[in-house]
């Protein structure tokens, strides 16, 4: 019977390494489906962070999106009713009071097939809401803007994107001065 010696054992275990290593490198890795229009639709959930001035504040958010429209059934309205209402046991009494307010987002889409995402450009409407305090209510209308598009992308089925509520009305007088809320989603996820 004829023995190995080291250095004919260590070559052969070089060689079998070399193999493994060559056919890594012939395999890809896994293979990224590319993206259609339909993949957007769905239910999502989200860290939502929204900035007003020095003020930060982050929650998980759900919203539902359709075949152009972005919909929530509960928007986060709280920094606009504490803008609206300064005293901050009232606009708590008020945000309590609206209860859930449903907001929807148009958008119309195109996939980027190069960076595989679907590019959604958001076209928000104005928010109309009735803020109940002192026995009266205050019709306020925010507006709404999205100044970059969100993506959805087909790597990691996420989507992203950013509104800013540049203005606010309270009834039909512009509020100023006012700091702009701006409501990141910069990761949202099926579920």
């Known amino acids: 019977m004829k023995k190995f010696t080291v250095s004919q ?54 919203f539902k999106v359709k075949k152009d429209t972005v919909m929530f059934a ?34 119309t889409s195109s996939v980027n097939v190069a960076s595989n995402v679907i590019e959604l450009s958001l076209v928000p409407k104005p928010m109309e809401i009735r803020i109940p305090v002192d026995g009266t209510t205050k019709k306020t209308e925010v507006v709404l803007t999205a100044k970059q598009k969100g993506f959805y992308v087909g790597m990691d089925g996420s989507m992203r994107f950013v509104l800013n509520a540049e203005k606010i009305t309270v009834d039909g007088t512009v509020l100023a001065p006012y700091e702009a809320i701006n409501y990141n989603f910069p990761f949202c996820v099926k579920y």
């Open 9 to 62: 054992f260590l070559t052969a275990i070089l060689i079998v390494l070399t193999g493994f290593t060559l056919y890594s490198c012939t395999v890809d890795g896994p293979e990224i489906r590319p993206v259609k229009q339909e993949d957007v639709i769905g239910n999502y959930k989200g860290r939502l962070i929204t900035v007003q001035g020095e003020s930060k504040t982050e929650k998980i958010k759900n």
């Open 74 to 107: 509960e928007f986060p309205v709280d920094e606009i009713v504490k803008t609206v209402v300064k005293d901050p046991v009232k606009a708590e009494m008020a945000i309590k009071a609206l209860g859930k307010v449903k907001y929807d987002i148009q958008y």
